[in-house]
Structure formats: structure tokens, C-alpha cells
């Protein structure tokens, strides 16, 4: 077998991995022009597919685990992170290692995936993490904004693809209106099965599943229900709202999307370098009353080449059938909300430095006590 030929195999193997590693997703691949003809080529080309940032070892950017695991050391927690599609995760993974200042405590392990909270669970129960040392972190997002960004994530990496070699896809994916009608009267628990373009074409159609994918995520049981969770909706009952909230309990960390650099900045708070170094104090840029000091913040910002928008953007036609594919993640969010701004709160009063100055986070769409109880 020829250099080439080797060459050509091993990248075969790596598109496939990176094609399977997001069924709902950014993953695509190609073998340019000319690979068998030259091996020099090849092998570049290979050794390029291949490398990793030698700054960040473990940092491999697929869409499943962002840092492939990092093992903690003795005496240190390992930090699990449910990283649910669209909420900023990969953001908040690259603060972790990357940056002037590494955010993640010397020692700390992470194990993070796109996966759903019994994942994580199973992935401690494997590495044998001892229950002391397992640390659940997650962040999450208001549901109106997570929805339409989870649309236009698909219309700037898919669908221009999945609509050129099926045209009946234009029927769900024409624009943001279809794509919403979809869901608003297609909510069953075997969305998987569902049809489009008639009764007669029942597929699975491609792409994230927004309706209340959140929950989704934090409610799962079943950790064998991961590989199309953004895609799927499990068959597990949903769990009680109360119940959801007795599980956020058990998190360490609970970020919230819009506010990122207040998040980052409980984050430091709550990492285990406080607790072993007996440090009392935050970062300089975590103190908001200070202009200079708040915007020398330097955040990892990861857009997935999604272009600017916003709510606002989308019709009240369009706002209804976001709300009403999103109820359960509505009331998640806002549990979220006041569990972070508590979190907050204990984090000022020991460190004497002023974290949130805007503590207005529940827009005025969430007052219907519809939406909350």
C-alpha cells in the first residue's frame, strides 16, 4: 500500500469521526482533489488533520467534548459539564484552559460532553470519581434566544446541504417561521418518526429538535439516550418540575448565558483553587463597579459562524410557538436564574467586590405565572 494510500485511509477514519461525533450538526468532510496522486500531499494533509493546540493538550474542538477529558489530580475535583447545545458551552470550556489567565484551577480535571446529565453521572461512575471530588456544572439560557439560535446554527453550517439533496426539506426549513410550525404541531416523544412532506415520507429529519431541549438535557435518566439527545426526545416520562430543581441543587456551578463574564466570574469563585489556597478575593475584571477594571475582561467568544441576531428579529407569530415549544425550559431557566443570582450573592459577601451590577435577567414575557408554575 502506497504512502498515499495510507494516508487516504487514516483520513477516511477521521472524517468519519468527526461526521458521527454531532448527528444535529457542523460536522462535515471532504478528501481534496488529486489525495491518491500525491503522498507528500497526503501526509500533510494528515499531520494537519491531526494536531492539537500544544498550549491546551486535551482541547480537541468536535462538537461532542471540547477538551477530551482532563484528569484531575489527587485531591482535586473533577468538574462534569452538561453542555447543552446553543447555551455557550463551548465558550465557557475554552475560558476553561485557554487565555491570558487560565481559568480552571491547576489540578482540576473536566469531563464535558454534549450529553445529558446521567452521562455525566456515568462518565464519574467510569473514571471512578469519588463522589466528594464530582463537581455538576452547566450553563444555561434564556429559551427564546437559545430556540433561534439553534435555527440559524442550522442555516449557516446544514441546510443549505440537507435542502439541496432533499427538496422536501424546504417544506420544515424554508425559514424560521416553518422550521417553529414544525415543532409547535409536531411536540410527540417520537419526533424521530415524524413526517414531512406528507404521511407517506415518515424519516427522521435532520437537525436540532428545540422543543424544551434544556430540559431535555438537565431531566434525561437514561445515559444510554445521548448519541441524537439534541435531536431526540427521550421516552423517559418527564420528571416533575420539583424534581428538576432538587437536581440543580446538586450542582456546583450554574451559569447563565446572559450574563457570561458574571458567570465566569462565580465560576472562579467556586473552583476548587478558593477552597485549597484559601484565596478571598476574584479576578480584577469581576468588579463591575469599576469600568476599566469590568472591561479588561477578555471572554473566549465562540459564534460557530452564526451571524448577529436577535429576538426581536422574530415575529409575535413566531414568539408563540417559541413559548410554546419551550414552556418546561421557561421554568428551568428561571430556577436557574434564582439559584445563580444566590450564588452571587454569597460570592459578593465574601469577597466584598460587587459581581452583578444588572440584576434585571427575567425579561417581562416570563410574568405569566403560566410560565412559572
Known amino acids: 500500500m502506497t504512502v498515499a494510500c495510507v494516508a487516504h485511509v487514516l483520513l477516511l477514519f477521521c472524517c468519519a469521526a468527526k461526521a458521527d461525533e454531532l448527528a444535529a450538526s457542523t460536522a462535515t ?54 453542555h447543552m447545545p446553543k447555551c455557550g458551552g463551548v465558550s465557557f470550556l475554552k475560558q476553561l484552559v485557554k487565555g491570558a489567565v487560565r481559568l480552571l484551577p491547576e489540578g482540576d480535571g473536566v469531563e464535558d460532553a454534549e450529553v445529558c446529565h446521567a452521562k455525566i453521572e456515568w462518565q464519574f461512575k467510569q473514571k471512578k470519581v469519588a463522589t466528594g471530588d464530582q463537581h455538576y456544572a452547566t450553563f444555561f439560557r434564556e429559551p427564546r434566544a437559545q430556540v433561534y439560535s439553534q435555527y440559524l446554527h442550522m442555516v449557516a453550517h446544514n441546510v443549505k446541504g440537507w435542502t439541496k439533496q432533499n427538496p422536501d426539506l424546504n417544506e420544515v426549513y424554508g425559514n424560521v417561521t416553518t422550521w417553529l410550525t414544525h415543532f409547535a404541531e409536531n411536540r410527540s416523544t417520537t419526533f424521530q418518526e415524524q413526517s414531512y412532506a406528507g404521511e407517506k415520507k415518515r424519516t427522521k429529519l435532520p437537525g436540532y429538535n428545540p422543543v424544551n431541549m434544556q430540559s431535555r438535557f438537565f431531566e434525561c435518566i437514561d445515559p444510554n439516550l445521548q448519541v441524537d439527545l ?38 472562579a469563585f467556586l473552583s476548587s483553587d478558593w477552597r485549597v489556597m484559601g484565596k478571598k478575593s476574584l479576578p480584577t475584571y469581576c468588579d463591575c463597579q469599576n469600568k476599566e477594571l469590568w472591561e479588561s475582561f477578555s471572554g473566549q ?16 407569530h413566531d414568539l408563540k410557538m417559541v413559548d410554546a415549544i419551550s414552556q418546561r425550559d421557561a421554568m428551568l431557566w428561571r430556577s436557574a436564574v434564582k439559584r445563580f443570582t444566590s450564588d452571587i450573592d454569597k460570592a459578593e459577601r465574601t469577597t466584598g467586590t460587587k459581581i452583578l451590577c444588572d440584576r434585571q435577567i427575567v425579561p417581562g414575557y416570563m410574568a405569566s405565572a403560566s410560565l412559572l408554575e
Open 230 to 267: 439534541a435531536v431526540s426526545v427521550p421516552k423517559d416520562e418527564p420528571l416533575p418540575m420539583g424534581a428538576l430543581k432538587d437536581r440543580m441543587e446538586g450542582y456546583t456551578f450554574i451559569g447563565i448565558l446572559e450574563r457570561y463574564q458574571e458567570s465566569i466570574c462565580l465560576f
Open 29 to 82: 468532510c471532504s478528501l481534496p482533489d488529486g489525495i491518491a496522486d500525491d503522498g507528500a500531499h497526503a501526509l500533510e494533509l494528515l499531520q494537519k488533520t491531526m494536531e492539537v493546540d500544544s498550549q491546551t493538550m486535551e482541547v480537541g474542538l468536535g462538537p461532542y467534548s471540547i477538551l477530551k477529558g482532563i484528569q484531575a489530580s489527587p485531591g482535586h475535583p473533577t468538574w462534569g459539564f452538561s
Open 301 to 316: 467568544h465562540e459564534d460557530h459562524g452564526v451571524r448577529s441576531h436577535s429576538v426581536n428579529d422574530l415575529s409575535s
